[in-house]
């Protein structure tokens, strides 16, 4: 049985911001738990149960040598100061767009289904003033694009309401005005919708519009796209 990382809280993640200003990120950085405690203002031992926990939580590596330690962030740690960059942007700079990268696949689906539900496209009508396409335009996103997904944080959705019928409830999801481009050839009436809950991981992206993304720019599996998310109203 796979155990659950520990969650690490504003302590913590005061302690890794710390290593990453002192040169663990990117790469690694040699220091010892009294100068890390000197910087912090605290003890060492409070530095040394920080540390435990930050590794323990996935966030660093350690590797103890004979006057100190090397200590990295790795992706994940890397993943959380973006995370709380996002939330300080979002209270001090105005919403921008975000710029992702993508290239076009398949689904499973799924997105034909649920934003053909009633109780889905009387909400998209009235809030995003079109009745979609049946059908989601799915993107893998690259590398970067997957790291810049985290600004999303800072833009407010058009919020998509959760409703039930009779069968079962229906969960609520964010809607990101999208401007697609292809070349020369841009869409702006195009929304990032992201459901609360959902099968898809943070590297993809589904876009509604209404009318078929595809036909519109003549896409095939494979064929890449930018999306720039927010920037409008």
């Known amino acids: 049985m796979e155990l659950s990382r520990p969650s690490v809280g504003f302590d913590e993640l005061a302690t890794l911001r710390r290593i990453a200003l002192e040169g663990g990120l990117p790469g690694e950085t040699k220091l010892s738990c009294a100068s ?18 930050l590794e323990s939580a996935g966030l660093l590596t350690r590797e103890t040598v004979s006057d100190g330690q090397w200590v990295a962030l790795t992706d994940e740690g890397e993943q959380a100061l973006r995370t709380e960059y996002q939330a300080y942007r979002r209270l001090f700079e105005p919403a921008s767009s975000v710029d ?6 398949s689904g499973m689906g799924e ?12 909400q998209f009508e009235a809030r995003l003033g079109y009745e979609p396409f049946p059908g989601t335009l799915n993107l893998d996103l690259d590398e970067e694009s997957v790291r810049r997904r985290a600004a999303l944080s800072s833009i407010d959705p058009v919020p998509i309401d959760a409703w ?3 069968e079962r409830t229906y969960g609520p999801a964010g809607c990101y005005p ?31 519009a209404p009318v078929k993304l595809r036909d519109e720019f003549d896409l095939e599996d494979g064929d890449t796209i930018d999306v720039a998310v927010g920037g409008r109203e």
């Open 164 to 166: 039930e019928d009779e």
């Open 36 to 53: 890390l405690a000197s910087q912090l203002d605290v003890s060492t031992q409070t530095v040394s149960r920080r540390l435990q926990r």
């Open 178 to 208: 999208a401007t697609l481009s292809v070349g020369d050839r841009s869409y702006e009436r195009a929304h990032a919708i992201v459901p609360e809950r959902t099968h898809h991981d943070e590297d993809q992206l589904e876009v509604i």
């Open 111 to 122: 997105g034909r289904h649920y934003i053909s539900l009633p109780g889905y496209v009387e």
């Open 100 to 105: 992702l990268h993508g290239t076009v696949t």
